[in-house]
């Protein structure tokens, strides 16, 4: 039962707010609002200082010494696991390092971390 059925007014232009919401509900969905497109600018900046040096993320096959973050959120696992991508595994990475990959928790914050992760998976 909608509310003119029930004997409760809409009121006017109601349906027009509710259409305009959907709409740019929608629109946000494709285009990041401000705020998001500088954090993945900032992450951006945050991956070119600390990681284009080893790791591509334009291409899926790298010739440099790091896997490729290429679409790494959209594949079925990790480059060098067996593992489906994760955030968490990934901060842990960056903060820890690996048998290759330095250690960034003394450079990065958890925020910035969390910034280039972001970055990562917009890629």
């Given at each position: 039962?909608?509310?003119?059925?029930?004997?409760?007014?809409?009121?006017?232009?109601?349906?027009?707010?509710?259409?305009?919401?959907?709409?740019?509900?929608?629109?946000?969905?494709?285009?990041?609002?401000?705020?998001?497109?500088?954090?993945?600018?900032?992450?951006?900046?945050?991956?070119?200082?600390?990681?284009?040096?080893?790791?591509?993320?334009?291409?899926?096959?790298?010739?440099?010494?790091?896997?490729?973050?290429?679409?790494?959120?959209?594949?079925?696992?990790?480059?060098?696991?067996?593992?489906?991508?994760?955030?968490?595994?990934?901060?842990?990475?960056?903060?820890?390092?690996?048998?290759?990959?330095?250690?960034?928790?003394q450079w990065l914050s958890d925020s910035e971390i969390d910034t280039l992760i972001d970055y990562i998976q917009s890629r």
């Amino acid at each position: 039962m909608n509310p003119t059925q029930a004997g409760m007014p809409v009121p006017r232009g109601s349906h027009v707010i509710l259409a305009c919401v959907l709409i740019a509900t929608a629109a946000a969905w494709q285009h990041p609002v401000p705020w998001e497109r500088n954090r993945l600018l900032a992450g951006q900046a945050l991956y070119r200082d600390n990681c284009v040096v080893c790791h591509d993320i334009d291409k899926a096959q790298s010739k440099k010494m790091g896997p490729s973050f290429y679409q790494l959120f959209k594949r079925d696992k990790m480059p060098l696991s067996s593992m489906k991508p994760n955030r968490e595994y990934i901060k842990v990475r960056v903060r820890f390092g690996g048998p290759l990959m330095p250690a960034f928790r003394q450079w990065l914050s958890d925020s910035e971390i969390d910034t280039l992760i972001d970055y990562i998976q917009s890629r």
